[in-house]
């Protein structure tokens, strides 16, 4: 069994920031990537960034230049940095781990229960 839990949401203004952590808990082995997604209301869920192992860290167009995510993975976390936030960057944000090796084999797909941002004046 493998538990994401993201925290770190919240209520900002435009241009403000907010962090987002997501750590990983269970017999974990391994994770090799990490990632964060964002469903905005009555929109489908979307791939924000990723981040695997020392390869350089994808983020979607529309937040490249603002968001950074990093990880630890001593701690199994990780985070989304983002800066310069804009209305439009509202949404329910998810934390994914698409594979983690556990004790017990390996785990698919699994999900954070989504931590709320709303960027509002």
């Known amino acids: 069994q493998v538990q994401l839990v993201e925290s770190g949401g919240g209520l900002v203004q435009p241009g403000g920031s907010l962090t987002l952590s997501c750590e990983a808990s269970?017999?974990?082995?391994?994770?090799?990537?990490m990632a964060w997604y964002r469903q905005a209301p009555g929109a489908g869920r979307e791939l924000v960034a990723s981040?695997?192992?020392?390869?350089?860290?994808y983020y979607d167009l529309e937040v490249k230049g603002r968001f950074t995510i990093s990880r630890d993975n001593s701690k199994n976390t990780v985070n989304l940095r983002m800066n310069s936030l804009k209305p439009e960057d509202t949404a329910v944000y998810y934390c994914?781990?698409?594979?983690?090796?556990?004790?017990?084999?390996?785990?698919?797909?699994?999900w954070g229960q989504g931590t709320q941002v709303t960027v509002s004046s």
């Open positions: 981040i695997t192992g020392n390869y350089p860290p």
């Open positions: 994914n781990a698409p594979e983690v090796i556990t004790t017990n084999g390996r785990i698919s797909d699994t």
């Open positions: 269970g017999s974990i082995l391994r994770i090799d990537t």
